[in-house]
């Protein structure tokens, strides 16, 4: 139990440490407009601490257009 509690806690603060991150780099600015711009605040959410060894991920993603 007490370690579940650990990793628990690691995790929130992971991705609290990634979200002071992206609203360093000003992605909570504005709105995300297309997919890439969600995708790119999640991903930066996600890499946590690393945000701060240099780590800028980015994304992309294509959604269908209808025919």
Do not use: E, H, K
Not at 14 to 35: D, E, F, K, S, T
Not at 59 to 66: E, S
């Amino acid at each position: 139990m007490r370690i579940g509690s650990i990793i628990g806690l690691f995790v929130v603060v992971w991705l609290v440490i990634g979200a002071i991150a992206a609203g360093q780099r000003g992605y909570y600015n504005a709105p995300p407009a297309q997919c890439s711009q969600f995708a790119t605040i999640a991903l930066n959410i996600l890499a946590g601490p690393l945000n701060y060894t240099g780590m800028d991920p980015q994304a992309g993603c294509q959604i269908p257009q209808p025919s």
